[in-house]
């Protein structure tokens, strides 16, 4: 059961931003990445740095995130967030809004409904697809989908357990299938794997355990349909190159060298010359990603992309000098419990879909 905390919902008067906001794309730096009017369809993936209600839930650790929690979370700023999130989806597609949003760590369906109702992407056509996990801190995945361009068929949650440690609890995968281009079916996959808590090289095998399940069920999938269309996007804590998607998901970086059965990374590229999503100290980290089935590289088909249509959006305005390391670093909500106001500790990507004329 859960508490109300007593509070009042200031009015924000929510605004678009600014549709003229530099681009910085670090696959081709150089390139225009506006989305061009050949571009049908445009996915979203985005951590969006704990984005809580200001409810109790009693069954969650969620107590940092409370007004008298660790890090004073109450209504001006959780509207703040809001807002911010906004500002991003709408600067992200110069053309109309994503046609498909996939986020990670969300708190819950009500964080989603603000979102979507208490901005202005009321005035869109989003829907929302989500599920709670058994996560202990209660951040779950889900998918916002705009109805007029995408028809789910179906979703189901797969769990990520480990027999061997019934107190081990994570955040499910969502899978979704649907239309899209009136006859085209997607297979669709949101993912946060476990963080590296603890180290790397000690949590690696609970990323292991999530991609094997992704996987598992790509292939039952791919058994019934050898040219499905599969997207898996999202949180993987774990860089192109790692076990977990290089080996389990078999997610490569060369068109070259795939063999049967792998998968296409559309971000390898971009992590091999050094660019990321995330940044940790000095180093960038690609943990944000895409990883689709050879189906959607082939140009023959109604839909596909191309090894080059996916993208960071790290406009000038979603970063921050780094007072301690080279560079700029993504401007976050919270640095530790200071309250810094920002976006997300992570850039958002992005990647477009074609239709055959």
């Given at each position: 059961?859960?508490?109300?905390?007593?509070?009042?919902?200031?009015?924000?008067?929510?605004f678009?931003?600014?549709?003229n906001?530099?681009?910085?794309?670090?696959?081709?730096?150089?390139?225009?990445?506006?989305?061009?009017?050949?571009?049908?369809?445009?996915?979203?993936?985005?951590?969006?740095?704990?984005?809580?209600?200001?409810?109790?839930?009693?069954l969650?650790?969620?107590?940092?995130?409370?007004?008298?929690?660790?890090?004073?979370?109450?209504?001006?700023?959780?509207?703040?967030?809001?807002?911010?999130?906004?500002?991003?989806?709408?600067?992200?597609?110069?053309?109309?809004?994503?046609a498909?949003?996939?986020?990670?760590?969300?708190?819950?369906?009500?964080?989603?409904e603000?979102?979507?109702?208490a901005?202005?992407?009321?005035?869109?056509?989003?829907?929302?697809?989500?599920?709670?996990?058994?996560?202990?801190?209660?951040?779950?995945?889900?998918?916002?989908?705009?109805?007029?361009?995408?028809?789910?068929?179906?979703?189901q949650i797969?769990?990520?357990?480990?027999?061997?440690?019934?107190?081990?609890?994570?955040?499910?995968?969502l899978?979704?299938?649907?239309?899209?281009?009136?006859?085209?079916t997607?297979?669709?996959?949101?993912?946060?794997?476990?963080?590296?808590?603890?180290?790397?090289?000690?949590?690696?095998?609970?990323r292991?355990?999530?991609?094997?399940k992704?996987r598992?069920?790509?292939?039952?999938?791919?058994?019934?349909?050898?040219?499905?269309?599969?997207?898996?996007t999202?949180?993987?804590?774990?860089?192109?190159?790692?076990?977990?998607?290089?080996?389990?998901?078999?997610?490569?970086?060369?068109?070259?060298?795939?063999?049967?059965?792998?998968?296409f990374?559309?971000?390898?590229?971009?992590?091999?010359?050094?660019?990321?999503?995330?940044?940790?100290?000095?180093?960038?980290?690609?943990?944000d990603?895409?990883?689709?089935?050879?189906?959607?590289?082939?140009?023959?088909?109604?839909?596909?992309?191309?090894?080059?249509?996916?993208h960071?959006?790290?406009?000038?305005?979603?970063?921050?000098k780094?007072?301690?390391?080279?560079g700029?670093?993504?401007?976050?909500?919270?640095?530790?419990?200071?309250?810094?106001?920002?976006y997300?500790?992570?850039?958002?990507?992005?990647?477009?879909?074609?239709?055959?004329?």
């Amino acid at each position: 059961m859960k508490k109300l905390i007593p509070f009042l919902i200031l009015i924000i008067t929510f605004f678009y931003g600014c549709k003229n906001a530099s681009i910085v794309q670090q696959t081709t730096p150089s390139a225009n990445i506006e989305k061009s009017a050949e571009s049908d369809f445009r996915i979203m993936t985005y951590n969006v740095e704990n984005l809580f209600d200001l409810y109790d839930d009693t069954l969650k650790k969620d107590d940092d995130f409370l007004p008298w929690g660790m890090y004073k979370w109450n209504a001006e700023r959780y509207q703040t967030k809001l807002k911010k999130i906004f500002k991003v989806i709408t600067n992200l597609s110069e053309w109309e809004y994503p046609a498909l949003i996939a986020l990670t760590e969300i708190e819950n369906q009500r964080v989603l409904e603000d979102l979507v109702q208490a901005t202005p992407l009321t005035e869109s056509d989003f829907n929302i697809i989500h599920e709670e996990s058994p996560d202990e801190r209660g951040i779950d995945v889900a998918l916002l989908y705009r109805r007029s361009l995408f028809r789910p068929i179906q979703h189901q949650i797969i769990p990520v357990t480990m027999p061997q440690d019934p107190h081990f609890k994570t955040r499910d995968i969502l899978y979704v299938s649907g239309i899209i281009n009136k006859t085209d079916t997607l297979h669709f996959f949101v993912v946060h794997f476990p963080s590296r808590r603890g180290g790397e090289a000690i949590s690696e095998p609970k990323r292991i355990l999530a991609a094997e399940k992704v996987r598992a069920k790509c292939d039952s999938i791919l058994n019934k349909q050898a040219q499905a269309n599969i997207i898996i996007t999202g949180d993987f804590n774990d860089e192109p190159s790692n076990a977990s998607v290089y080996e389990v998901l078999r997610g490569k970086g060369d068109l070259n060298e795939m063999q049967d059965g792998d998968f296409f990374n559309m971000m390898y590229a971009a992590h091999k010359k050094g660019h990321g999503s995330y940044k940790f100290q000095s180093s960038w980290n690609m943990l944000d990603q895409y990883i689709i089935s050879p189906a959607l590289l082939n140009p023959d088909h109604s839909i596909y992309t191309t090894t080059t249509s996916a993208h960071i959006f790290q406009p000038d305005w979603l970063s921050v000098k780094d007072d301690v390391y080279p560079g700029v670093k993504p401007n976050r909500t919270y640095s530790g419990p200071s309250y810094l106001g920002g976006y997300s500790d992570h850039y958002p990507i992005f990647m477009d879909i074609f239709f055959k004329k």
